[in-house]
C-alpha cells in the first residue's frame, strides 16, 4: 500500500511538474507592423495566464508592401504613396504610438527614415527557429524598427541582430538565399487565399482573431480552446 501510494505521489508530481499541454499559435504579422509588435506584445501578456502549457509560436511571414523595391525606399516618399503625407498618417500614428505605450512600448517613429523591404527580417525570424530563439529576434527586430528607428532591410543590421543570439554571420548570409526568398514570397498567395487582408491575425486552435486585440480577448481565445 505504502509502495502504491508513493507511486501515485510520483505521478501526480510528474503531471504537475513535466507534463504540460501544448497548444500551437500561428501568428500572421510583418516587422514593419507596429500593431503586429503591439499584437505580440499583448499575446505574451495572454500567455502568463496558462503557466502549465507549452506555447509553440509560429510566425506566418506577412508583407504590407509586396512591391517594396528591395532597398525600400525613404520614409517620406513612402508617407506620401501610402497616405498622401506625414500630416494625413500623423493621426493613425499617433493613436497606434499610444496604444503601443499601453504595453510599455516607447515608439520612436520619427526616427525611421526608411521603409525597408522586409523579406529578409522574416528570413532571419524563421533562420532563428531552428535555435529556437525566433521569438526574442523577431521582438528584437521589432524593437530595432520602431524604437531604435533602424533599417532591418539591411543585411549587416540583420546579420547584428542574429549575432546577438550567437548566430554566425555566414550562416545568415548563406540562408539569404533565392530558394529561402522564394518561401517567404509564397505566404502572400497563403494570406490570400485565407482572405487576411490586415495583420496582426492570430490562429488559435478553431478560433480567427484579426488585429491587435486585447490580452484578455486573446486569453479567452487560448482558455476555450484548451477545454
Excluded at 40 to 47: D, F, S, T, V
Excluded at 140 to 157: A, C, H, R, T, V
Excluded at 163 to 185: L, M, P, Q, R, T
Aim: with cysteine; charged share 25%; glycine share 4%.
Amino acid at each position: 500500500l505504502l509502495i502504491n501510494q508513493m507511486l501515485k505521489d510520483l505521478l501526480t508530481f510528474i503531471k504537475k511538474n513535466f507534463v504540460h499541454k501544448l497548444m500551437k499559435i500561428k501568428v500572421f504579422a510583418d516587422t514593419i507592423c507596429g500593431w503586429c509588435f503591439i499584437g505580440q506584445a499583448r499575446l505574451n501578456r495572454a500567455l502568463k495566464a496558462f503557466p502549465e502549457t507549452k506555447f509553440e509560436i509560429e510566425h506566418i511571414p506577412f508583407q504590407l508592401n509586396t512591391d517594396m523595391p528591395k532597398e525600400g525606399i525613404e520614409r517620406s516618399k513612402y508617407l506620401e504613396i501610402k497616405f498622401g503625407g506625414k500630416e494625413l498618417a500623423q493621426p493613425m500614428y499617433d493613436r497606434m504610438t499610444e496604444e503601443a505605450s499601453k504595453e510599455n512600448l516607447n515608439f520612436n517613429l520619427d526616427k525611421i527614415k526608411k521603409t525597408p523591404n522586409t523579406v529578409f527580417s522574416h528570413l532571419l525570424i524563421k533562420l532563428a527557429k531552428q535555435s529556437n530563439v525566433h521569438n526574442e529576434i523577431k521582438e528584437k527586430i521589432y524593437q530595432s524598427y520602431f524604437i531604435e528607428g533602424l533599417d532591418i532591410g539591411d543585411k549587416e543590421i540583420l546579420i547584428n541582430i542574429g549575432k546577438e543570439f550567437d548566430i554566425n554571420a555566414s550562416v545568415i548570409n548563406d540562408f539569404f538565399n533565392s530558394k529561402n526568398i522564394e518561401e517567404v514570397n509564397s505566404y502572400i498567395l497563403v494570406a490570400r487565399e485565407k482572405e487576411i487582408n490586415g495583420v496582426p491575425f492570430f490562429e488559435i486552435g478553431t478560433d480567427f482573431i484579426s488585429g491587435a486585440q486585447s490580452s484578455a480577448n486573446l486569453e479567452s481565445a487560448i482558455k476555450s480552446n484548451l477545454s
